[in-house]
């Protein structure tokens, strides 16, 4: 049966379908209305295993697709990509009225999210997430976009899908490593809105660690529920929607230090996590209770939360200040103030995440 939750916002309401082989369910294609052009964007890990089957589907819906396929890794998540999708969508001559289909992990739908954003100044884009991380998140709540050089996202707008379809079976190819970064995005959203979350998945670790098909689909749909509330209430992150970002200053200052080659984005956030518990204790925002809770838990699914000798609190610490989360007035962090709920706090100051980093770094 298909599970469907609905994102609903000021100018936009889509659904998202989650269930096994809706890959190959051509009525629900069919209901998608895909008329003037279809674009499906996806990477040759996930062309040679999905694609296929994806356009025979459309085919059988009578719609037909053609594809870009760009090259794998977060290292492509470019403007030169961006361009390239362009190029393509200019070439078949899509209209307003076409489409984009992103089939893939959270780069192909940050990436393709952003062209169909672009193009034409917007069109449909259909979200089809294929790893636990894109499922969990990436793929609801329209944040689009590209890294550069400077940092991680930081060229990009926000356009909402016009429909997200969750085929839980894709996750049947996805290797462990990639599994536990997703799993990474599922416990963010136990420590910051769900005590009952974080219960269950110290519950339930070894039904998760085992992908049980039960377990997944209880962490996708838990996930995408509180995701759409949040996008629901403050679309574009003029607040609370900043909750979901959750480690991710400190994550994404280590993996632009490290060219996004030393970690999977999910591990990066584990390690995030792991740092803005513990300086929410060095400040008196979060207690130790609620720092060791989260600790045991990443580390009952193994994420490795040492950090390299090479790196420098300093440059690190810079690197949070490019971070979109900062303004003049400092860097804003998301702490823990107890299991399930966290604060969003502005106006630290580089010295200050400095000698944090440097104490960390040095324990
Ligand atoms: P990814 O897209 O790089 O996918 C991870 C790897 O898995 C890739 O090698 C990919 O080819 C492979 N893969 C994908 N599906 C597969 C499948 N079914 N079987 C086998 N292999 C498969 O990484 P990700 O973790 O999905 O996403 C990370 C990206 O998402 C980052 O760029 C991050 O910034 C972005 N992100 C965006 C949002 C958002 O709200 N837009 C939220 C979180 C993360
Ligand atoms: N992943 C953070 C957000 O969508 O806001």
């Given at each position: 049966m298909v599970d469907s939750v609905q994102v609903q916002g000021?100018?936009?309401?889509?659904?998202?379908?989650?269930?096994?082989?809706?890959?190959?369910?051509?009525?629900?294609?069919?209901?998608?209305?895909?008329?003037?052009?279809?674009?499906?964007?996806?990477?040759?890990?996930?062309?040679?295993?999905?694609?296929?089957?994806?356009?025979?589907?459309?085919?059988?819906?009578?719609?037909?697709?053609?594809?870009?396929?760009?090259?794998?890794?977060?290292?492509?998540?470019?403007?030169?990509?961006?361009?390239?999708?362009?190029?393509?969508?200019?070439?078949?001559?899509a209209n307003r009225r076409s489409s984009v289909i992103a089939l893939g992990g959270g780069v192909i739908g940050d990436l393709a999210g952003f062209a169909a954003a672009c193009y034409m100044r917007g069109i449909n884009v259909i979200q089809v997430p294929t790893t636990l991380l894109a499922q969990v998140d990436a793929s609801v709540g329209g944040k689009t976009g590209v890294n550069v050089a400077q940092g991680k996202n930081l060229i990009g707008a926000f356009h909402q899908p016009g429909m997200v379809v969750i085929d839980t079976d894709t996750l049947a190819t996805l290797p462990q490593r990639e599994y536990l970064a997703g799993v990474a995005e599922v416990i963010k959203y136990a420590m910051i809105m769900d005590a009952e979350l974080c219960?269950?998945?110290?519950?339930?670790?070894?039904?998760?660690?085992?992908?049980?098909?039960?377990?997944?689909?209880?962490?996708?749909?838990?996930s995408v529920t509180h995701k759409a509330a949040v996008v629901a209430a403050d679309t574009r992150e003029q607040g609370r929607r900043a909750v979901l970002n959750y480690g991710h200053s400190f994550a994404h200052a280590l993996e632009s230090q490290t060219g996004y080659t030393q970690w999977l984005h999910g591990e990066a956030v584990a390690i995030g996590m792991h740092l803005a518990a513990n300086f929410g204790r060095s400040i008196?925002?979060?207690?130790?209770?609620?720092?060791?809770?989260?600790?045991?838990?990443?580390?009952?699914?193994?994420?490795?939360?040492?950090?390299?000798?090479?790196?420098?609190?300093?440059?690190?610490?810079?690197?949070?200040?490019?971070?979109?989360?900062?303004?003049?007035?400092?860097?804003?962090?998301?702490?823990?103030?107890?299991?399930?709920?966290?604060?969003?706090?502005?106006?630290?100051?580089?010295?200050?995440?400095?000698?944090?980093?440097?104490?960390?770094?040095?324990?």
């Open positions: 000021e100018g936009f309401a889509y659904p998202v379908h989650i269930a096994a082989g809706l890959l190959d369910d051509i009525e629900l294609w069919q209901q998608a209305s895909l008329r003037d052009g279809v674009l499906i964007v996806s990477n040759d890990v996930v062309a040679d295993l999905y694609l296929a089957r994806l356009q025979q589907t459309l085919q059988r819906a009578g719609i037909s697709a053609s594809s870009c396929i760009l090259p794998d890794g977060e290292q492509h998540k470019s403007i030169a990509n961006w361009q390239l999708i362009l190029d393509q969508l200019l070439t078949m001559h219960v269950w998945l110290e519950q339930h670790a070894a039904a998760v660690l085992r992908r049980e098909t039960a377990a997944i689909e209880h962490m996708i749909r838990t008196g925002c979060t207690d130790q209770h609620c720092v060791e809770r989260q600790l045991a838990l990443l580390k009952r699914f193994g994420f490795d939360l040492s950090m390299p000798q090479q790196l420098q609190p300093q440059q690190l610490a810079e690197a949070m200040l490019m971070d979109k989360k900062a303004d003049h007035a400092g860097i804003t962090l998301v702490l823990l103030r107890s299991i399930g709920e966290a604060v969003i706090k502005p106006g630290f100051e580089l010295s200050q995440l400095h000698e944090f980093l440097q104490h960390s770094m040095a324990a």
